[in-house]
């Protein structure tokens, strides 16, 4: 740094004292500003020292905070993550322990004693395994999903509901990147792994008030909001279609468009154009498409009408049940749901929504949990209880029927019945039971020939009719037989030729005057860790060698489920030790940078100083020197 000199030849002492002082102050003010930067080791301790490098020092400084935060948060989720390995590791350990037991407890030469011994440590894996589902870690349960604050798994009357959500949550870890930091405790135990799957279409009917959302689309991928080109061969038009919102309000752009003579209007599940004589209607577009009415790119035409194809409308939660099944509706009787020994009759209020209805259902207290299924086409109803059968029916109508969830229907197949036990026929023509009515008549049937429940009322009406009729049970589920006969005797089915058709169909229960009301053999029964447990407890308590088979197969696809649940957390947990890698890199490279332009370069700030020194120095000595002069100096 140079030493600015001071002209003071023949000036006045007034301005030799300015330029004097103001060289002097100029100097201690760059000096104060080395001498800070020396103190404090920055560069910039104010913005006005550099403010585009005060700028970028922030924007720096707000990146670092974000990379500390997704650090931490990846500390947390990798907690979590350990947490629920090392329970799922225990849980599978607890599992294999069960399977050695089924295996070792099937054979001649185990005695009940044994078997009863070993239900305590089938016990003992029960309450471990349950603990291992309500685990918690700083006050979040692991398995809990959504609702990580309430209790997952809760044990009544010896059955495990399920009443957290199959939703896990999520932790934001990068921009734009988020990971599950629990596992999904319903795929993890089996939860809501069994249940009823509507098998109806109750698509609703196509309305004005049809919300563009809520449709498939002509090709199922949706409507992309656009604009649609429209010609009836002489007036060519570019409708936009991006600020509707219904079905109605596609209609009405299009017809406010005046496209010609072309109006629009809803058909069926679809759109409808129509033009007047010797109109060639063209639409093109991709918006046309999704909507089902563009015509052939040739621009060949639809004549004076183009007939869209279907929207497909989905069940939604504010779809009015009255729309249901395309337009038909829903019979309003309303639905008997039984599952394990909890049984109630569910109605919802007349006019309602598919929301009151899935209200009505998931609040009866049932453990199950009602919901529309993911393809928008119906519902299915999922049974949160473990070990426990569930049987939807009728309630006197045919809602049941309507919405597809009968347990037990008339094209339910036999090899589904029994949880895929199916029915175990005489074969041919052999007889597989005999009924025998009030009046003594009996009568012999087979059903080896039948393939669903239809046919099995079928045969045993072609066989006993018409003092025995079969029919499907208008007050829950099963086939319900009524003795028209007029007598006094008892009124039975028996089994015959070693066949345990009566039994797997459900008509060996007694009589109730003149009718006898099969049992629902269609209900499924949920499994799951908690109900396998408890299928193998009930099995050795029983010393049923086949269940104590079944429980321990069904348990080794437990096991399996879980390791492979296990394996996802894994790779999440090496894909957040990644990541936290990276933003460890990340953070000294953006250290690195702020230091480069906050930290002061010692080297040159002391060299910076020492020059700044000697230019007070200078500048003190010049002046003193200056200042003794006078006029007289200068005569001389």
Known sequence: MSVLPIGLTRVSTLMQSELTSQNIDSTQSQLLKVENELSTGQAITVPSDNPS????????????????????????????????????????????????????DVGSDVTQTQRESDIAVVQSLYNQSLSIANQQLNGQYLFGGATGNSQPFVESNGVVQFTGTATTLQNTVDDGISVSLQANGAQTFGSLSSGINGSADISPALTAQTRLSDVGGAAGDGIQPGSIVVSNGIVTKSVDLSSASSVGDVVNLINQAAVGGITASITGQGLT????????????????????????????GAGISDVGSSLNPRVTLLSPISTLRNGAGI????????????????TWPPGGTVQDMLNAINGAGLGVQAQINAAGTGINILNASQGTSLSVGENGGTTAAELGIQSMDAATP???????????????????????????????????????????????????????????ATTGSGIVL???????????VSELNASSAAVDLGLTTAASGNTITGADVGAPTSTGIFGNLQALMNALQTGNQQAITAAGGNLQTDTSRVIEVRGQTGAVEQEL????????????????????????????????????????????????????????????
């Open 331 to 346: 019979d309003n009787s309303g639905l008997t749901i039984t599952n394990g020994q909890f049984s109630k009759t569910i």
């Open 273 to 300: 154009l129509s033009g007047a004589v010797g109109d060639n209607i063209t639409v093109t577009g991709t918006t046309a498409q999704d909507l089902g009415i563009a015509t052939p790119a040739t621009g060949e």
């Open 482 to 492: 009524t003795d028209s006969s007029g007598g006094s005797g008892p009124f039975t």
């Open 53 to 104: 490098a005060a700028s970028m020092i922030m924007q720096l400084n707000q990146t670092l905070n974000t990379q500390q935060t997704y650090n931490d948060t990846i500390n947390t989720t990798s907690a979590q993550l350990a947490q629920t390995d090392s329970g799922l590791g225990n849980l599978t350990t607890l599992l294999q322990q069960a399977q050695q037991i089924a295996s070792a």
């Open 414 to 472: 036999l090899d589904q019945l029994n949880n895929g036990a199916g029915v175990k026929t005489a074969g041919g023509t052999t007889p597989d039971f005999q009924i025998t009515a009030s009046d003594g008549t009996t009568f012999q049937v087979s059903v080896s020939a039948a393939t669903t429940v239809q046919n099995v009322i079928n045969e045993i009406n072609t066989a006993a009719g018409p003092k025995i009729t079969a029919s499907l």
């Open 577 to 636: 030790t990644n990541r936290q890698t990276d933003l460890s890199q990340q953070k000294t490279a953006t250290q690195s940078l702020v230091s480069q332009l906050q930290n002061v370069d010692m080297t040159q700030a002391i060299t910076q100083f020492q020059t700044l020194q000697t230019a007070l120095e200078a500048s003190l000595q010049t002046a003193a020197q200056s200042l003794q002069t006078s006029l007289l100096d200068f005569i001389a």
